[in-house]
């Protein structure tokens, strides 16, 4: 319901032919460029804070400029960045547009290689400076080095010791610059490696340029990069002499697509993205796998390369719940299975009464999981049908048959999304007053103190929007109970490798589970967990474990509800609500490729993640807890 700050998007062009060959084949040379646009706004949803596109020219001349960029802020990125590309063609005659000498001599952004990124913040970070890509400038063109990825990484502090251990000294503290840095670093001894050998071949000047370019082995430098890194991450990078690359996290955490023929080598964070830009189909597209980087070099010579040994199988799976595209095939069925599975524990909270419940969903990624949600009901309700007409023992009559078959499934467009709220009022009475007007409903949309509402979101994170919105306003209807469902699990636990959720206290499961053990009694447990994270955080990776976990141990999935519920109802509310949960089994069978549970279950897959966990309690307890109740 709460929107979330999350994973970036990542676009990757190579053009394996002459600007000559797009020109004749398309009637455009811009045929890279406006590719990459398509791609840009089909992952308009993964970045609505910033964007970046960056370029290369093959074979740049001494004193000309070979590598572009263009960068802005705000939801409105994109667009901004093409017109200000556009600006620069303005000018120029259709037969100098046409012209593809003159337009590789002269114009920015005529290259074959394409870079693009979109953005959403992860650290807390705003500003043009934090806007991806990233630039790393030399006179030697191969040392040139163009980065973007969607990552976070769990563990910067200990790359940038060792940077500074190394006698660099990183002019920003952010995963971004830092991997910026330490992929140039081994981007520079590479080009020297070669530098070296072409010395000892005897060549000289450009011929040692020359050497060095045909030379340079990426392969090389991710290996003696990315080993150091823990996080989910795809990692998109430019050379200045031609050469491009993608990388995915050895535990397949962020997700990445490519295709490759004999015109281009394309990547991007999502499936669907590369379908609709190039018109291909589903089987056309390959996913790099966990540890994998796609090459392609100078040449335009692509190249699969295995450079860090797979780790684990862990798939972000809400990702597949919330963020990514629903017009993915995969996607489409497995949120659809996420609502059409949880149709028994809404049966059983409206008491079976479907002729007296009216089924709906929050206007969001939930609309997907609400159809399941009614081919659910649609099938319950035809057996009960078919179970009604077996018993009658006789062929039915004319209004025995109606009878029957005015049994179905009542849905309606109960929830509208009206307006964004803009906190320009500061005054807290105020805001929440607004808050609480972010949704409206139809009216007459059931019968009061009659029919029960039921209403699906994808997920419940802080329990903001139900408790100043949603409960208030579907208590105007005078609904005889409120069900509200999420087609994800409870969210217990935080994320590192790429969604803003990094502390304990936002989740209303966690406030829940934390006032729970106060009504019992059971501080010890708190005590006890407090400091069996602190001695934990201080371990090497490989021998962590999270001891968040034991705080729920104690307690039912439903017991958690219904806290959240005590919690989250605003004063005057009448109607009963109960909440209920996609449990951790049908999440599995649901979307049984994408294992990244941790969200849910506290199993991460890297010992960043586990510390980090551990951390946030430790930070919970010295920040919050300790000055409502003391040790």
């Known amino acids: 319901m709460e929107p979330l700050k999350h994973e970036c998007g990542v676009a990757l062009i190579r053009l394996l032919k002459p600007l000559e060959y797009y020109q004749q084949k398309y009637g455009t040379w811009m045929y890279g460029l406006n590719k990459l646009y398509l791609m840009m706004e089909k992952q308009h949803n993964r970045g609505q804070e910033g964007a970046g596109i960056a370029s290369v020219k093959l074979g740049g001349e001494p004193g000309k400029e070979y590598m572009y960029r263009e960068k802005a802020e705000g939801s409105n990125a994109i667009t901004e960045i093409f017109c200000n590309v556009q600006k620069k063609f303005r000018d120029l005659s259709p037969h100098e547009l046409q012209d593809v000498d003159f337009v590789k001599s002269n114009l920015p952004f005529a290259g074959e290689l394409y870079m693009g990124h979109l953005r959403y913040s992860t650290t807390g970070k705003s500003g043009l400076t934090y806007v991806h890509p990233f630039l790393r400038r030399n006179n030697w063109r191969a040392k040139n080095l163009c980065l973007c990825g969607n990552f976070n990484m ?12 190394q006698g660099q000294s990183p002019r920003i503290y952010s995963d971004s610059y830092i991997m910026l840095e330490l992929l140039g670093h081994r981007l520079d001894r590479e080009v020297e490696r070669n530098f070296v050998i072409a010395k000892d071949k005897g060549l000289q000047d450009q011929a040692i340029t020359r050497f060095i370019e045909d030379n340079v082995d990426m392969s090389n430098v991710l290996k003696t990069s990315m080993d150091d890194f823990d996080g989910g991450y795809v990692v998109c990078g430019l050379t200045g002499s031609g050469e491009m690359f993608a990388m ?51 040449h335009g010579e692509c190249n699969l390369k295995q450079i860090i040994e797979r780790k684990g199988d862990a798939a972000c799976s809400f990702e597949r719940i919330y963020f990514s595209r629903g017009c993915d095939k995969d996607i489409y069925n497995e949120r659809k299975q996420l609502g059409e599975q949880l149709t028994s524990q809404i049966l059983e909270a409206v008491d079976y009464d479907t002729a007296h419940t009216v089924i709906s969903f929050i206007p969001n990624t939930a609309e997907v999981a609400f159809y399941g949600m009614l081919s659910g009901f649609k099938h319950f309700i035809n057996e009960q049908k078919v179970k009604k007409l077996e018993a009658l023992g006789k062929l039915p009559s004319h209004e025995e048959l109606m009878e029957l078959l ?30 609480s007007h972010v949704y409206d409903i139809t009216y007459g949309s059931i019968t009061p103190n009659v029919d029960n509402l039921v209403i699906i979101d994808d997920s419940i994170v802080r329990g903001t929007t139900l408790k100043e919105s949603i409960f208030r306003i579907l208590d105007r209807l005078s609904p005889k109970k409120i069900v509200i ?4 699990p409870q969210i217990r636990y ?16 966690f406030r829940a589970t934390i006032e729970l053990l106060k009504d ?33 141990k104690p ?24 909440l209920v949960f996609q449990s951790i089994e049908g999440l599995h069978k649901a979307i049984p490729n994408h294992k ?17 966990c551990n951390q946030a309690f430790v930070n919970y307890i010295e920040k919050r807890y300790q000055y409502e109740h003391k040790f």
């Open 154 to 165: 769990t563990n910067i502090g200990e790359i940038f010791s060792k940077l500074t251990r």
């Open 248 to 298: 995915r996290d050895p535990w397949g955490i962020r997700p990445a697509f490519y295709f490759i023929n004999d015109e281009i080598a394309v990547l991007a964070s999502e499936r669907p993205v590369l379908q609709t830009t190039f018109d291909l189909k589903c089987e056309d597209i390959k996913e790099l796998e966990p540890g994998q980087s796609l090459i392609v070099n100078k």
């Open 406 to 435: 005015d049994d179905y499934v009542r849905s309606e467009k109960v929830a509208w999304k009206d307006i964004k709220l803009r906190t320009f009022i500061t005054e807290g009475n105020s805001r929440n007053d607004l808050a």
């Open 485 to 488: 469902v999420s087609s994800a």
């Open 494 to 509: 935080p994320d590192y490798y790429g969604i803003d959720m990094p502390r304990l206290e936002e989740f209303c499961v």
């Open 520 to 552: 019992r009694g059971m501080y010890q447990l708190i005590e006890d967990t407090y400091h069996k994270c602190k001695d934990e955080i201080l371990k090497k990776d490989g021998e962590l474990r999270n001891y968040v976990q034991e705080i729920y």
């Open 555 to 578: 307690f039912t999935p439903q017991e958690i509800n219904a806290k959240i519920i005590e919690m989250l109802r605003p004063e005057g509310m009448k109607s009963p609500v109960e």
């Open 596 to 612: 990244g549970d941790w969200y849910f279950t506290g199993n991460y897959p890297t010992s960043g993640g586990v510390r980090l």
